[in-house]
C-alpha cells in the first residue's frame, strides 16, 4: 500500500516538473528566435569618428554597469547617454524604437540589452 503512494507521489512529481520545464522552455523561445541586432544607419547618433559605440542606458541598471565594463575593459571609445537625466537622449532612444536598457549602438547595428558576443561581433564588422 506505501509502494504504491509512493510510485503515485514519484510519478505526479515527474509529470508537475516536466510541465514546468516545458513552460520554462517556452517562455525562452521568443528570446531565442530574436535577432542579436538590428541594422540600420546610425551615423547621426556618432558625434565623432573616435567614438565607437554608443550606450544609452540607466545608471541603476546591472546590464548597462556590465555594458560599460566591457567597453572600458577593451578600451572602446564610447559615450555613455543616460535617458533617466538627458530629454535628448530619451528622444533618441524612442526614436531608435526605445525598449529596455541597455540600447547600444555600434557601426551600423543597435543591439538592445548586453550581449557580449554580439558586441564583439558588431565591432569587427565596424572596424572592416
Not at 1 to 30: E, H, N, W
Not at 44 to 55: H, M, W
Request: a positive charge; proline letters at 4%; glycine letters at 10%.
Amino acid at each position: 500500500m506505501i509502494d504504491q503512494r509512493v510510485k503515485a507521489f514519484a510519478s505526479y512529481t515527474l509529470i508537475v516538473l516536466a510541465g514546468l520545464g516545458c513552460g520554462y522552455g517556452l517562455s525562452l523561445l521568443p528570446s531565442m528566435l530574436k535577432p542579436a541586432y538590428a541594422e540600420g544607419n546610425y551615423a547621426a547618433y556618432f558625434p565623432d569618428t573616435q567614438t565607437k559605440a554608443v550606450l544609452y542606458g540607466t545608471d541603476w541598471c546591472a546590464y548597462c554597469a556590465k555594458t560599460r565594463a566591457y567597453f572600458k575593459q577593451r578600451n572602446i571609445a564610447y559615450i555613455d547617454l543616460d535617458i533617466e537625466k538627458s530629454p535628448e537622449a530619451k528622444r533618441q532612444h524612442l526614436q531608435l524604437g526605445g525598449g529596455g536598457v541597455p540600447a547600444v549602438l555600434i557601426g551600423k547595428r543597435r543591439i538592445q540589452g548586453f550581449d557580449a558576443a554580439a558586441l564583439d561581433a558588431a565591432l569587427e564588422a565596424a572596424a572592416r
